[in-house]
């Protein structure tokens, strides 16, 4: 089993910038496909972006294209979200998700993840 912690959260202004870390304990995170979601008061948590294993392969929400970077350090066994140019609607609790299995897998959805950190608050002010 894999224990996931969130860090790098806060308060920030528009159009400022964040980053986001997961690291891990009891694993190493190169075994796992990653993923990063937000939530939204009263709204359901929702696929941000995701990192293959080996990290070749990102993929992210239209909405955060060209603002958002997701890497792997692996020395460091965590798992960063670089955000840019951030908006006042992207005000959520920001948490990372671990998929261990292998072979074909739906990355946006909450489902296929195996493994939750407990969120870390981002809260962007206009």
């Known amino acids: 089993q894999v224990q996931l912690v969130e860090s790098g959260g806060g308060l920030v202004q528009a159009g400022g910038s964040l980053r986001l870390s997961c690291a891990a304990s009891?694993?190493?995170?190169?075994?796992?496909?990653m993923g990063w979601f937000r939530q939204a008061p009263g709204k359901e948590r929702e696929f941000v972006s995701a990192?293959?294993?080996?990290?070749?392969?990102?993929f992210y929400a239209d909405s955060v294209k060209g603002r958002f970077t997701i890497s792997r350090d692996t020395d460091k066994n965590t798992v960063l979200l670089q955000m840019n140019r951030l908006k006042p609607e992207e005000t959520a609790v920001y948490y990372c998700?671990?998929?261990?299995?292998?072979?074909?897998?739906?990355?946006?959805?909450?489902?296929?993840?195996?493994?939750w950190g407990q969120g870390t608050q981002v809260t962007v002010s206009s």
């Open positions: 998700a671990a998929h261990r299995a292998l072979g074909f897998a739906n990355i946006y959805t909450t489902n296929t993840y195996d493994y």
């Open positions: 990192i293959s294993r080996s990290g070749g392969s990102t």
């Open positions: 009891g694993r190493t995170l190169t075994n796992y496909r």
